[in-house]
Each structure stands twice: as structure tokens, then as C-alpha cells.
């Protein structure tokens, strides 16, 4: 048994114990902070936030589709507020407003296997509240917008091409040429070689630089989609010595004019098109045909046909003045030529003719076809388009339409291969 001593120890040691622990509880409450209303809902909010962000953070590790939408909205904002030319700002001393800008045109003309040219992207600002002096440039208006081009002249060939910033903008209209303008752009931004002698050469290699128009504030208002066309370059200094053909490209201004250049998109490229000389609405087409016919081992095929109905622009309505002043209507036909034989013949001598019923036949309209020259090679291929104006109450008459392509000419338009030429019967509404 235990002595009383003892027993008063151990109830004299578990009381100790039990007013330490009730000393700590009491201790424990008065050095807490109790937090009032406000200090709880942001202490709420924060809990939550973490939350969110724990929860976003799995979204991006699942899907990335966060990721995605960051880097929409960085584009979203270098497309509608980061300018792309600030010299325009130190030059006229206005106000600079990001009007219309295009990162990816989708533009790249060649000129041959080695040689191309390229819009990377392009950009309009209105300029307001301009020096003095600067309203010169924009014909001395207070306002004017300014166009700058990003453009990248890829040259792999061994020998130096010549390019003399040829590059021209019509209205849509065709009434006016909006005015080329290097004067928007810092000298050291400019497209060029600093390594050849000639200020249009450009050695092998690849440059990249911009150029400008200076577009009045009437042009711009009556331009959605106007047509830009680059010239066709050169080797070397020899003007005769060509490398390509022009590069046309449709530039949308605005949002517009993007919907209008998706309606042109899939429209053959006849100069109604390409020199703004009417605005055509097909109304029926056959774009698949590829019949095939043969004169001699040149292979000559239709590739299809469209019609329009068409108006022409302001610009060049005094053309269309011997059709009278009703409705128009164009066929557009796209044909190819394989030329397997030995001898050359000409590209702009191709006779093309449409034989109409019993009444006769009619020759192409040369004004509204694509510009061609030199010869299609044994070996080479051609590919052309042949335009037919009508009245359009005279073609609703017409039952029977057939395209005849050749006789085929050298270069001293002497007709080859026997004056043969091949005769494709049309598709009609």
C-alpha cells in the first residue's frame, strides 16, 4: 500500500500539472487576435483565390487551351494597338491611331525557282493633330492615313536582281493612284542591300525592310480593297534581261475589304480583276472541266470557264462605251498549254476566238486579259485566260458558245504546225 506521504506527492504533483495546463488555455485566448468581419471575407477571398488558381493551373496542365487563349489576345493586341512604323510619329508630329493592320497577308510572288518577294505584314494609321509642315505630305489636309508595307526580297540565286521599289496602289475604283511614299520611312528601315553598288541590287540573300503610301483621307474612305502590284525585277542592271512576271495582290483596308477579297478569292485573275477595271459576280461556273485536245505534241487543255455579270469601275467606264449603257456580261475561260514539241511559239500570239451558234465568231478581248510575253519553250507550259464581253440581252439569246484556242505563231507571228488549232464546246447555264 502506499504510505500518505506519497499519496499527498502525487496529488500534490497532478495538481501542479492541471493549473500549468489551465494557465496555458488562458494565455492561448488573451494573446489571440479574433478577427472582425472585413479581415474574415478577405481572408475568405484569398482562400478562394488560391483555389481559382490552383484550378487554372490544372486547366492549363490538362488542356493548354489557357495558353492559347494568351496568346490570341497578344495578337489580338499587337493587330489593333501596337504601331508598326513609329517613324511616322517623329516625322509629322501628329497623333498616331492604329486604323487596320494585317500580320499575316499570306503573300509571296515568285518571280523563279531562287527568286521571291514577299508582304510579311502591313499596316494603316490615321494621322491627326499633325505639325504644320507636315500637312504637305497629305496634300494639305489636317488628317491623312499612311500605309506601311513589311516586305522581304528573297534572293538565292548566284546573280544580283535588280528591284527599283516598283510597286503601285490603285483605289478601288481605279480613279486614282494612291501615292507611293519612302518618305514614312526611317532610311535605315528601307528594303536594301548595303553590300552592292547600285541602290536596286540585291546580291544573294535575303532582306527585309519596309515601304509606305501616303493615302488622303477621300481615298481611304472609298478604298476597301485596292489592288497592290509589285513589278517584275531583273538580273543584274540589264532592264531587258527579266526575272518573272508582276505580282498582283488584292490588300484589304479594313475588315470589309477582307470579306470582299474572300468573295474575289476563287475569281479568275482577268485585268477586271487585277487593274480594278470592273467589278465582277459570277453566276455560273465550271471550274473542273480539263478536256484535253492535241495540235500536233502540243497538248492543249480547257481547264474551266466562269461567267459573270459585271459593272465597271468609275475609272474605266469610257472603255465599256460601245457595249452601250446596259448590263455586261464576261466569260472567263482558263486554259493550259503543254509544249511538247521542238519549236517555240509566242505566248501573246495565241489566237483565241468564240464561235457563237450559227452567227458567227468573235476574237478575245486583249484589254482585260493578263499582260504576257516571250515564247513558251519545247518543254515548258503556258497557262492563259481568254475573255468574251456580251450585251447581256443579246448573250441570253445564245444557245451554243465554243472556245477555239490557235493557230499558233513564232515570234514573227508566221502560224505553226499546219495553222491547227482545237475547239472545246462550252458549258452554259
Not at 542591300?193 to 525592310?209: I, M, N, P, Q, R
Amino acid at each position: 500500500m502506499l504510505s500518505i506521504k506519497k499519496v499527498l506527492l502525487y496529488l500534490t504533483i497532478i495538481s501542479l500539472l492541471v493549473l500549468s495546463a489551465c494557465g496555458t488555455k488562458e494565455k492561448d485566448k488573451e494573446g489571440a487576435k479574433i478577427p472582425n468581419k472585413e479581415t474574415e471575407q478577405v481572408a475568405n477571398q484569398n482562400v478562394d483565390d488560391e483555389n481559382e488558381n490552383d484550378d487554372t493551373t490544372n486547366d492549363e496542365e490538362d488542356t493548354g487551351e489557357d495558353n492559347t487563349v494568351s496568346d490570341e489576345k497578344e495578337k489580338d493586341k499587337i493587330s489593333t494597338g501596337e504601331v508598326l512604323n513609329p517613324y511616322i510619329e517623329e516625322l509629322t508630329g501628329g497623333d498616331i491611331e492604329v486604323v487596320f493592320t494585317n500580320n499575316e497577308p499570306d503573300f509571296t510572288h515568285t518571280y523563279s525557282d531562287q527568286v521571291k518577294m514577299a508582304i510579311d505584314q502591313y499596316q494603316i494609321v490615321h494621322v491627326t493633330n499633325m505639325n504644320e509642315s507636315a500637312k504637305s505630305y497629305f496634300d494639305g489636309e489636317e488628317e491623312g492615313y499612311v500605309l506601311t508595307l513589311q516586305m522581304t526580297l528573297d534572293n538565292q540565286s548566284e546573280d544580283e536582281v535588280s528591284y527599283a521599289g516598283g510597286i503601285s496602289l490603285l483605289t478601288d475604283d481605279a480613279t486614282e493612284n494612291i501615292r507611293r511614299s519612302t518618305t514614312f520611312v526611317d532610311r535605315e528601315q528601307w528594303l536594301k542591300d548595303d553590300s552592292t553598288e547600285g541602290a536596286s541590287l540585291y546580291s544573294k540573300g535575303t532582306f527585309t525592310g519596309f515601304d509606305a503610301f501616303m493615302i488622303t483621307k477621300d481615298q481611304f474612305e472609298k478604298s476597301q480593297l485596292p489592288i497592290l502590284k509589285i513589278d517584275a525585277l531583273w538580273r543584274g542592271e540589264d532592264v531587258s534581261d527579266r526575272i518573272g512576271e508582276q505580282g498582283v495582290l488584292p490588300l484589304p483596308f479594313s475588315d470589309a475589304g477582307i470579306e470582299k477579297a474572300k468573295a474575289t478569292a476563287d475569281l479568275y485573275p482577268d485585268k477586271m480583276l487585277t487593274d480594278s477595271i470592273a467589278e465582277k459576280e459570277v453566276f455560273f461556273a465550271k471550274e473542273d472541266i480539263n478536256e484535253t485536245q492535241t495540235i500536233d505534241k502540243v497538248k492543249v487543255t480547257l481547264n474551266g470557264v466562269q461567267y459573270a455579270n459585271i459593272t465597271p469601275t468609275d475609272g474605266h467606264k469610257e472603255r465599256f462605251k460601245n457595249f452601250g449603257d446596259g448590263p455586261l456580261v464576261a466569260l472567263t475561260a482558263k486554259f493550259t498549254i503543254e509544249n511538247n514539241s521542238d519549236v517555240p511559239f509566242e505566248q501573246f500570239l495565241i489566237d483565241r476566238r468564240l464561235h457563237i451558234d450559227d452567227r458567227g465568231s468573235m476574237t478575245s478581248q486583249g484589254m482585260l486579259e493578263p499582260t504576257v510575253r516571250g515564247s513558251v519553250e519545247p518543254g515548258d507550259t503556258f497557262q492563259g485566260l481568254a475573255v468574251f464581253l456580251f450585251r447581256e440581252d443579246e448573250f441570253g439569246i445564245y444557245k451554243e458558245l465554243k472556245l477555239q484556242i490557235g493557230p499558233l505563231a513564232d515570234e514573227n507571228a508566221k502560224r505553226l504546225f499546219k495553222e491547227k488549232s482545237v475547239t472545246f464546246e462550252l458549258p452554259m447555264k
